[in-house]
């Protein structure tokens, strides 16, 4: 690239091998505000890389809205009204949405799931560690947040491959691997009411229909009965639309960030052995060790807002309509706030990373959750392991939206 303005992180070969880091870098520093072009039928967007930019969007969601949607993708009237979940709303109907919900996830909601956790993990890892040589995405990875959402949703565990693959078509928009059709392929509009564009979704909602009609007026505490049984505190029922969006952003939001963050982080620890070393030797710092985890490994690039007016920051003027894209990954990286932020360094204090956000009214609403699935996936795995190696390629999902790792083989070899 001859020029910084040449730069568009809409342009999916940056992300071929993970996140593009040094990209990132020269934007924070020549171009913090950078305007990036897009193909046809999207008009561009602007990228913000600095950390304290992005929380300013973040934090003003009167003039950053979420209700234009959250993905670089532009949907017309007819898609947003089709398509619009919690993620996708502000104000008071997000308020209520977000209530019916939250209890269920709060830090003290959530402990109680530690010995089913601790369980869980260990027979994951048991069945894992057995083999030797396996692909960690698949036998550790993938397999331990989906059955935490198996057991959330009261669901069988026979249908953990379901959600799995689900989840794998509908956020590999990009990829030609997982994809059932390209989200910028004409073919897709046959699916441009359902989210992601994929048909994958149109199985989630008739799934999520069964659910549906046998909770009904039944008094679980599941989440599907919460979202059926509950009536939101702004006194508007939930419509077919919006149990069919937010089920369906239940079962990727509850599987795909934690999935991929254990990924990263277990390749970031083989790529840095002292820090492995030191948690070994000191396990009672993992707890802490978790918000590096998460920091390192960002494993959502971005949410998209819209700009609802003229606006100017640091200097640039973006106009009502347009795009604003808070690059999370971008800020977990900013020198600004962060001392030598490309080092991994799990006693890191403090550590007020954005993998969830930072603050504002869309702060991740499952992050107690995820904070306590990698605490004990990694004190029982750091406990257990005396030597990781990486065996092959390390694939990485084709986007610029989830920082995904598709496959990661290993060998282990146990204390």
């Not at 008094?219 to 919460?226: M, N, T």
Request: hydrophobic residues 40%.
């Amino acid at each position: 690239m001859n020029s910084i303005s040449n730069i568009s992180l809409a342009n999916l070969d940056l992300f071929q091998n993970g996140a593009p880091w040094q990209t990132f870098e020269t934007l924070r520093k020549e171009s913090p505000i950078h305007w990036n072009e897009e193909e046809k039928p999207n008009s561009g967007f602007f990228s913000v890389t600095r950390y304290h930019d992005i929380v300013k969007v973040l934090r003003d969601p009167d003039t950053f809205t979420s209700e234009r949607f959250t993905n670089l993708e532009e949907v017309d009237a007819e898609q947003e009204e089709a398509r619009r979940s919690l993620l996708e709303t502000d104000g008071s109907r997000h308020r209520a949405l977000r209530r019916l919900l939250q209890g269920e996830f709060t830090p003290a909601s959530v402990a109680r799931y530690e010995t089913f956790l601790r369980g869980l993990t260990a027979t994951t890892l048991d069945k894992a560690f057995a083999k030797g040589s396996f692909d960690f995405v698949e036998e550790i990875a993938a397999d331990f947040p989906i059955n935490v959402l198996v057991k959330l949703l009261d669901v069988p565990a026979s249908d953990s491959g379901k959600l799995i693959d689900w989840g794998n078509r509908m956020v590999g928009f990009d990829d030609p691997e997982h994809a059932d059709v390209l989200i910028n392929d004409p073919a897709s509009e046959k699916y441009r009411l359902v989210p992601f564009k994929s048909p994958a979704a149109l199985e989630v909602f008739a799934y999520g229909d069964e659910l549906a009609r046998e909770r009904r007026g039944k008094g679980g505490i599941d989440l599907i009965s919460k979202l059926v049984n509950t009536m939101p505190s702004d006194g508007i029922p939930l419509s077919e639309r919006d149990f069919h969006t937010n089920f369906l952003l239940l079962v990727v939001a509850g599987n795909e960030t934690t999935r991929h963050t254990i990924s990263h982080t277990m390749r970031n620890l083989i790529q840095n052995p002292d820090q492995l070393a030191f948690l070994q030797e000191n396990p009672d710092k993992i707890e802490w060790a978790v918000e590096e985890f998460l920091r390192y490994a960002s494993p959502v690039y971005h949410f998209r807002r819209t700009a609802t007016k003229d606006v100017e920051i640091q200097g640039v003027h973006i106009k009502a309509g347009q795009k604003v894209v808070p690059w999370f990954a971008s800020g977990n990286r900013d020198d600004a706030i962060f001392e030598n932020p490309n080092t991994m360094d799990v006693t890191r204090n403090p550590n007020e990373h954005m993998t969830f956000g930072r603050g504002g009214p869309h702060m991740c609403l499952g992050n107690a959750l995820a904070r306590i699935e990698l605490r004990v996936m990694f004190e029982e795995l750091i406990a257990r392991v005396d030597k990781v190696e990486i065996t092959g390629e390390v694939d990485f999902l084709r986007s610029n939206f989830v920082h995904g790792i598709k496959r990661f083989p290993v060998k282990v070899t146990t204390r």
